[in-house]
Structures are given as C-alpha cells and as structure tokens.
C-alpha cells in the first residue's frame, strides 16, 4: 500500500544519491512502526483470507526467507542488522543468526526456515577465509541456495575469485545494505532469476581473467634472496642500542576519564559506515562537513552522535580502562 510506496520513494531518491543511509534508516524505522500498528490488522485479514481460501496458516505470506549472520570469529553487526532492516520493510522474511556463528548453524537453519537465500556478513580480514569455508560445506551439503556476501573487507574481486568457484549456487558480492533488495528480489523472481545469475557469472568471470592476469606480471623472490634484503642491525655498534624503557611490564589505566578520550576519536570509520563519502577536498572529517552534497546530513549525524555521547558520560554508562605493556623482544631468524 502506501507504505511501500513511500520505501520505494525512498529507494529512488537513495540510488539517485538524493537521500543517504541515516535518512533511510531512519524512513525504515518510521515504517517498521507503522507496519507493527497494523500487525494486527493485517493478520485478522490474513487469517480470514485464509479461511476464505481454504488454505493453512503455512502458507507463505512473505516475499521471501533470508537467513542472515555474521560468520564465526566476527562480532560486527550494523551492517547485517540494516540489511534485516531494510529487508523486512520489504516483506522479506529474515531469520538473523546473530554473530560468531559457526558454520554448521547456518547450514542447519538454511533448511529449516527453507531459506531462499543465505547472507554471509563479516567485518575483520579473517571473515573472508570463513566465508570460504561455509561456501565450500554449503556445496558439499549439496545446498543451492543463493549467497550474498557483504561487509567491510569483502570485495567483488574476492567474492568471484575465491568464494564464487567453490560454491555451483550463485554467490553474490553486495557492495552495502540497500542494494540487497535489488539483488534478492532478482534472484527470486522467476522471469529475471536467469538473466541476472548468467550476468553476474558472466561479470565474475571477467575478474577473474582479470585478477588472474594480473599474477602473470609478478616475480617472486625465493626466500634465501628475501632473506638477504632483510634489514640487518649490527647491533655490537653503541648507536645501534635501543634505550632502555622507564618501564618494563604491564601498566593498567582504570576508569579513564571519557572526556580526555573524546579529543583521539577517529570519525572517519562512523561515516563510512553510514555511507557518508564526501568528493576531494572532502573527503575526510572534519573537511566532510563543506562537501556540497553530503556535508549537511554529515553534520547532522555528528551532532545526533554528540548528544549520544554527552548522555553516556554524564551517566557513566561506559567505562575505559586500558594496559600498556613494554616487554623485551627479538628475532630469532624469521620469528620474534
């Protein structure tokens, strides 16, 4: 109805770069509050069109089941809880594994929610060797189920070079959380399904050629010879002695004062994640804030992070402490 119609507004206006993420977060959240008021509407309706129709409450009344975790050895999360997001206000049926999940879980909950598609997300560079992992038990499981693959560190290079060849189903990069829509709706819609999968083999086969292709050029060293380019410290010269700490061990730090951190925060990284990328000379904070397109609702967001912050000070929510540690080392031919 008319709420969908104003997603799919927002939709637009996101992929022609004329709203960004938090404003869509945020048309999200207004929507999941009003879909939530008419829950109960709606499920009167159902259950009478059920009976209607001489049909069981089984029948499936969403667009589809995506079941969806970060993969073991990942706690990270924003991106994957915005795609359930976005996903839901869609009519998507979303079962959220949560973090750390080892792979064996995702399989067994891929076939008991009959999951239509299966979403890997990851943040941390060991993420992508896991992802392989499940890509390759999903293949010996003789699962073929659709995968997309999203999150920080992923890449449509690593997706169709190291992911895609393990797995017969396709396996899918998605470069952020509001083109999984796109990307799930054309994987389940019967006319388009075959189009869109022999584009993307297509597409990953030519980066392959060309990630492979771009081996060819490298020389690698044997390891003798890296040995010998080694850097080599003569250390019998006293210019070459290391002075000695004040300190040697651990040093703990308790209960930080907050407002001294506030000062070190490195911003960047919170407006990536909000897909927030100011043009050169831009690009970066604090300068984001003069760029003409996304400057505004950059400053908005900052000041909305401000005032969060300011609340867990003032009420001690949070509490830093921190260990330093100064301790003797040295190599030992290629090891420390």
């Not at 509407?41 to 159902?46: G, H, N, S, V």
């Not at 049909?55 to 924003?78: L, P, S």
């Not at 992911?163 to 829509?181: C, E, F, G, M, N």
């Not at 004040?246 to 506030?262: C, P």
Request: aromatic content about 6%; overall charge negative; glycine content about 6%.
């Amino acid at each position: 109805g008319p709420l969908m119609s104003g997603m799919s507004v927002v939709g637009d206006l996101f992929g022609a770069g004329k709203m960004f993420l938090p404003q869509v977060i945020k048309s999200a959240r207004v929507m999941k509050k009003a879909v939530a008021h008419l829950i109960p509407f709606m499920d009167a309706e159902r259950l009478a069109n059920i009976e209607l129709m001489g049909a069981t409450e089984d029948d499936n009344i969403y667009n589809g089941t995506m079941v969806i975790a970060t993969v073991k050895g990942d706690v990270h999360d924003i991106g994957k809880n915005i795609v359930g997001v976005v996903l839901g206000c869609n009519n998507y049926r979303v079962v959220d594994l949560g973090v750390m999940t080892p792979c064996e879980k995702i399989i067994e909950a891929a076939i008991r929610e009959k999951a239509d598609v299966i979403g890997l997300s990851g943040l941390i560079t060991p993420s992508l060797d896991e992802m392989i992992h499940v890509a390759k038990e999903l293949e010996r499981a003789g699962m073929k189920i659709p995968l997309l693959i999203g999150g920080a560190t992923t890449s449509k290079t690593h997706t169709a070079v190291k992911i895609a060849p393990r797995y017969q189903a396709p396996a899918i990069h998605v470069l952020d959380a509001s083109r999984t829509v796109v990307v799930v709706s054309n994987l389940l819609d019967k006319e388009l399904r075959d189009d869109f999968i022999a584009e993307v083999n297509e597409e990953y086969e030519e980066v392959r050629d060309d990630h492979y292709d771009s081996l060819k050029d490298r020389k690698y060293l044997s390891l003798p010879e890296s040995r010998k380019k080694g850097l080599h410290i003569e250390w019998s010269l006293p210019e070459n002695l290391p002075p000695k700490p004040n300190t040697v061990g651990h040093k703990v730090y308790e209960d930080i004062d907050l407002n001294q951190l506030l000062p070190y925060i490195d911003w960047n990284p919170f407006f990536q994640v909000w897909q927030l990328r100011g043009k050169y000379p831009n690009r970066g904070y604090p300068k984001l804030f003069n760029d003409a397109t996304v400057g505004q609702e950059a400053r908005r967001l900052f000041d909305e992070a401000q005032v969060m912050l300011r609340d867990l000070i003032n009420k001690r929510k949070i509490r830093a402490s921190a260990i330093v540690s100064i301790l003797p080392a040295n190599s030992r031919g290629d090891d420390i």
